[in-house]
């Protein structure tokens, strides 16, 4: 069975920086893409970063171009999003997701940041 | 940037009748668009892709159509655990994603 479990999100100062992580069990994880999708409260989705599966490329959404950085480690089964300079607009839930020939075909269940002072 | 835009915004249904919801690209996406169902406090779940394709175990009562730029999602016979809301997605620019702004299908 699929899983993947976020962790690392929490209330961050607008400049601050903060470190998801996503544990992947269930498949191959060095063999496909990787995806961090956010949701602000009561809005809708947005996608965010994308990597491949040995991390040689890395995509975003212009909004955190330069200030978050997105990486993995297959060793350790594991998919992370570094954010940096946070402000307020990036108060979301961030979900982990599985890209399958080119569909998001898994999420983890999200982890909770909030930017404010 | 393909933007893609759903209407409505809310439809109300009674369960066991049909809904019909509609997603709308700015340009030409093809046929590369998914949708997603997200209930309160859930994680999204992947219902169709390639505009047409239903996911594994996902109900034959969910069908999607479109091609171009005018996509539907449509879903006989509502159930009660139907009721959320439902996102239409294009990856014609993958790796890039872009999703609508949602529909929310209510119980009338």
């Known amino acids: 069975e699929v899983q993947l479990v976020e962790s690392g999100g929490g209330l961050v100062q607008p400049g601050g920086s903060l470190r998801l992580s996503c544990a992947a069990s269930g498949f191959t994880f060095s063999t496909y893409w990787m995806s961090w999708v956010r949701q602000a409260p009561g809005k809708g989705l947005e996608w965010v970063a994308s990597?491949?599966?040995?991390?040689?490329?890395?995509y975003y959404v212009d909004s955190v171009k330069g200030r978050f950085t997105v990486s993995r480690d297959n060793a350790k089964n594991s998919l992370y999003l570094q954010m940096n300079s946070l402000r307020a607009e990036d108060t979301a839930m961030y979900y982990c997701?599985?890209?399958?020939?080119?569909?998001?075909?898994?999420w983890g269940q999200g982890t909770l940041v909030i930017v404010s002072s | 940037e393909r933007v893609m835009t759903q209407s409505p915004a809310t439809l109300s249904v009674s369960p066991g009748e049909r809904a019909t919801l509609s997603c709308r690209a700015s340009?030409?996406?093809?046929?590369?668009v998914a949708w997603y169902q997200q209930k309160p406090g859930q994680a999204p779940r992947l219902l169709i892709y390639?505009?047409?394709t239903r996911a594994p175990g996902i109900p034959a009562r969910f069908t999607g159509s479109g091609s171009g730029t005018e996509f539907t999602l449509t879903i006989s016979s509502l159930q009660s655990e139907d009721f959320a809301v439902y996102y239409c997605q294009h990856y014609s620019n993958w790796p890039f994603y872009t999703f609508g702004q949602g529909t929310k299908l209510e119980l009338k």
């Open positions: 340009q030409s996406v093809s046929s590369n």
């Open positions: 997701a599985r890209i399958s020939d080119v569909i998001i075909n898994y």
């Open positions: 390639g505009a047409s």
């Open positions: 990597v491949k599966q040995d991390g040689s490329e890395k």
